[in-house]
């Protein structure tokens, strides 16, 4: 039987010095080899670290990867998964205060809103505004303008790779 696979990145957008070494041994137990980062200083939050790793391993990696990373509700991460056969691609951001934003994406990387999602919001919004709302919420507009100073402020960073160990 041959073992599926998939890749993807983790975004660690802002980590204190303190748990970057923490934050390497949390993604070594995921992937079970290991984890050497390349962190830099994250110009958009004083004190902050950031680095970014590709990763490869099983599909579902991506979500153990961020439930390894909630231990720190300090962080603010990002962590996507590609389609693999079988399986959608994902993003899912975690924002302190906002918790974690899950979503199913495509080839490009752009979110998708299924049918029924757009069926039920359709039929219970009172408003075009809740309407808007609505949407902004299944894009996950909160947690894309809250990551977006930090994403732009790690542009051009370098990334590693981590393989898991299968």
């Keep these: 039987m041959q073992r599926r696979s998939t890749q ?94 899950r979503a199913p994406t495509s080839a490009n990387g752009d979110i998708m809103i299924s049918e029924q999602q757009l069926r039920h919001l359709a039929a219970t919004a009172s408003s075009a505004e809740a309407f808007r709302h609505g949407v902004d919420e299944l894009l996950g507009a909160a947690w894309d303008s809250d990551l977006e100073v930090y994403r732009h402020a790690g542009d051009g960073s370098p990334a590693t790779w981590l393989h898991q160990v299968v």
């Design 8 to 101: 993807g990145v983790v975004f660690v957008h802002a980590c204190p010095k303190a748990l970057c070494q923490h934050v390497e041994w949390a993604l070594e137990r995921v992937v079970g080899a290991p984890v050497s980062l390349s962190w830099a200083e994250q110009p958009a939050a004083h004190g902050s670290y950031r680095a970014e790793v590709a990763w490869t391993g099983s599909p579902g990696t991506g979500a153990r990867l961020v439930a390894a990373l909630r231990a720190w509700p300090m962080l603010r991460f990002e962590v996507t998964e590609e389609a693999s056969y079988g399986n959608d691609g994902e993003r899912m951001s975690y924002v302190p205060g906002h918790g974690v934003f």
